[in-house]
């Protein structure tokens, strides 16, 4: 089974500061990996997702991410913060191969200060 | 191309009644997945709808039920609703290649349950 656990429900930083959002994931098998963001009162927006090409992803807005196996982690970074990054943040996993079920992390909120 | 809308947005029901939700996938896109996103359990996968067979089924009670129809569209009843079904329901459309494409998800409906 899947699981995925985000380091930190609530992250704050400065506006230009480095991004980094923690997520690491279990699975019994090789992974599909995502990145979505929640804005308030708005659906998830994919950002990237890794699905076994190349190990660093670049998503939207700025964002990469990077597939470590060894670590079982992809950590979602972002070089500058700005003020509209400010939303919900939320890993996901899914099996390779397998289907369309998503396995999300808790979410981690992002909050951006001027 | 227009996105995923889901229909109602905003719903207020009382225990006891049951309550149906609808969502238009994307042009094309063949499969239907829902998800349940409350505070406390954060988003939840329900199932899974393609080509009007349902292909996945997440942890939920039968009162959570679905159907997908030839135009792919969903709908999701929850029958005798009870104060803890209040979330905000999510749905999700893809090709439905095995977890390879992108879902892309809807705004949402929230319901409340009083």
């Known amino acids: 089974a899947q699981s995925v656990t985000q380091l930190g429900s609530h992250v704050s930083v400065s506006e230009g500061a480095l991004v980094l959002l923690r997520c690491n994931y279990s699975?019994?098998?090789?992974?599909?990996l995502f990145w979505y963001v929640q804005y308030p009162n708005q659906g998830l927006q994919l950002l990237l997702k890794y699905t076994s090409a190349a190990t660093l992803v670049k998503g939207i807005n700025g964002f990469e991410a990077e597939f470590k196996k060894s670590e079982t982690s992809f950590h979602l970074t972002k070089p500058s913060a700005h003020m509209s990054d400010a939303a919900e943040y939320f890993c996901a996993v899914s099996p390779q191969g397998g289907s369309e079920k998503l396995v999300f992390g808790k979410g981690t909120k992002l909050t951006v200060n001027p | 191309k227009a996105g995923v809308t889901q229909t109602p947005r905003y719903l207020i029901k009382t225990r006891g009644q049951q309550v149906t939700l609808s969502c238009s996938p994307i042009s094309g896109h063949r499969s239907v997945s829902w998800y349940q996103q409350t505070p406390g359990q954060g988003l939840q996968f329900l199932f899974e709808y393609f080509s009007e067979t349902q292909r996945n089924k997440g942890n939920f009670p039968g009162r959570f039920s679905g159907r997908q129809f030839s135009n792919s569209r969903s709908e999701m009843n929850v029958s005798t609703l009870e104060l803890g079904d209040s979330a905000l329901y999510l749905c999700?459309?893809?090709?439905?290649?095995?977890?390879?494409?992108?879902?892309?998800f809807g705004p949402g409906t929230r319901l409340t349950v009083l």
């Open positions: 699975s019994s098998v090789p992974p599909y």
């Open positions: 999700a459309s893809s090709h439905g290649n095995r977890g390879t494409d992108t879902q892309y």
